[in-house]
């Protein structure tokens, strides 16, 4: 199995709503990442998980939660989002995140298109 | 801090033409250096990969050639086909960067019948 999957494909929600987004991969990777893509744009990392931990926080606002409760799973809750949100939101893991070569080679699933009305 | 640098697009070409987008890197140490492919509506899919210079990553009929001596990762194809219109994104990762992928700006390809 190859393959990272994310739900739901598409996402809208309220200003005031909480929602968390969801992503799974069973490839055995000890590293996950979530990132933001605005159209036309290309992804910007958010967070990376690392061995069930946090590692990297590229100063996103607090409205977005990351949770890893296993190393197959990545949550994304959010909570009082903005309109200026609205993006697709891409999930990736890799065999770790440190070393060269395949091991940081990512693999990303097919993404959340998010909606902040 | 490190960098990629793509040609701007759009890009368009007729079925059959050769392809070359051109991507440049900035990058202390040794980077690895991909290429990943977003079609309409979904993910990114790596199309390549290289991690040591005068590595040649292909697949798919794609191909591009580390080159350290001008920090460049070209990507060319000899034959594109309607299915290949897409984005391409030329990325690196590097250690001082804790290995998270750096991405350029990205080249949209359409390509005519």
């Known amino acids: 199995d190859t393959e990272v999957t994310q739900t739901p494909k598409h996402l809208v929600m309220g200003m005031t709503n909480k929602k968390s987004l969801k992503c799974e991969q069973h490839m055995g990777h000890r590293a996950m990442y979530w990132y933001k893509q605005k159209a036309k744009k290309p992804p910007e990392l958010m967070f990376v998980?690392?061995?069930?931990?946090?590692?990297i926080n590229e100063s996103v606002p607090s409205r977005f939660s990351p949770e890893c409760p296993n190393s197959s799973l990545l949550n994304l809750h959010l909570h009082a989002l903005q309109p200026e949100d609205s993006a697709l939101y891409l999930c990736?893991?890799?065999?770790?995140?440190?070393?060269?070569?395949?091991?940081?080679?990512?693999?990303f699933g097919p993404g959340t298109r998010l909606t902040v009305l | 801090g490190n960098s990629v640098t793509q040609m701007e697009g759009p890009v368009t070409l007729s079925e059959e033409a050769f392809l070359t987008i051109n991507c440049t890197y900035t990058a202390t140490g040794y980077p690895s250096l991909f290429w990943y492919v977003q079609y309409p509506g979904e993910g990114l899919q790596l199309l390549l990969k290289a991690t040591k210079a005068d590595d040649k990553g292909s697949n798919k009929g794609f191909e591009a050639t580390y080159r350290k001596e001008t920090t460049s990762f070209h990507l060319e194809k000899g034959s594109v086909q309607v299915s290949d219109s897409a984005v391409y994104f030329c990325a690196l990762s590097a250690s001082d960067s804790g290995y998270a992928l750096n991405f350029g700006k990205g080249t949209s390809l359409l390509v005519t019948p």
């Open positions: 998980y690392s061995y069930e931990k946090l590692s």
């Open positions: 990736a893991s890799s065999r770790t995140s440190g070393g060269a070569g395949s091991y940081n080679e990512q693999f």
